[in-house]
T-cell receptor
């Protein structure tokens, strides 16, 4: 079945450093969504990417969807302590399934 | 203020007992979902519902049951058949079903533990 893997599983950075998490699917995706879950909280929707090669920015966050629509990345420039949390990607397959498969998540810790 | 309300926040289950987790939304969303989250892992889909009186099994439905009698409500019952129920349970809803590229809105979750 469809699988979505994320790397790294954990990342500790000094405040001000950049951070990137990568999401890889075993199958081609229709679209991909990104969510952020703060410690003890629930996932919150960040963004959705639909087109091949699409790049979207939200302030210090840059999201990219691969040309083959099988991978995606989230890059944070100059991390802040408010960026702490777990970042999940969720992919929707192209095989007619209508449920998102969540990645394993990347837990980000920012050291002040 | 619109949103999704899950209750209780913490729940303890005795051996052989069924427990029901509540999920209510006032967002007028058609689709609702139940996920299970284990420590250090992603979300796994238990059940989902596209419309009232209809629901489908997700990837890990064994030992769980749901109902969708009202648009606003999608309760999840963890039955005694679920041998490892300790987890964080998240309910979500979306305006349309996943296939319509709709983002999911999540509740605050219920932490279930075995006594």
């Amino acid at each position: 079945g469809q699988q979505v893997m994320q790397i790294p599983q954990y990342q500790h950075v000094q405040e001000g450093e950049d951070f990137t998490t990568y999401c890889n699917s075993s199958t081609t995706l229709s679209n991909i969504q990104w969510y952020k879950q703060r410690p003890g909280g629930h996932p919150v929707f960040l963004i959705q990417l639909v087109k091949s090669g699409e790049v979207k920015k939200q302030k210090r966050l840059t999201f990219q969807f691969g040309e083959a629509k099988k991978n995606s990345s989230l890059h944070i420039t100059a991390t802040q302590t408010t960026d702490v949390g777990t970042y999940f990607c969720a992919g929707l397959g192209r095989t007619g399934t209508y449920k998102y498969i969540f990645g394993t998540g990347t837990r980000l810790k920012v050291l002040a | 203020d619109g949103g999704i309300t899950q209750s209780p926040k913490y729940l303890f289950r005795k051996e052989g007992q069924n427990v029901t987790l509540s999920c209510e939304q006032n967002l007028n969303h058609d689709a609702m979902y139940w996920y299970r989250q284990d420590p250090g892992q992603g979300l796994r889909l238990i059940y989902y519902s596209q419309i009232v009186n209809d629901f489908q099994k997700g990837d890990i439905a064994e030992g769980y049951s749901v109902s969708r009698e009202k648009k606003e409500s999608f309760p999840l019952t963890v039955t005694s058949a679920q041998k490892n129920p300790t987890a964080f349970y998240l309910c979500a809803s979306s305006r349309g079903f996943s296939g319509n590229n709709q983002p999911q809105h999540f509740g605050d979750g219920t932490r279930l533990s075995i006594l």
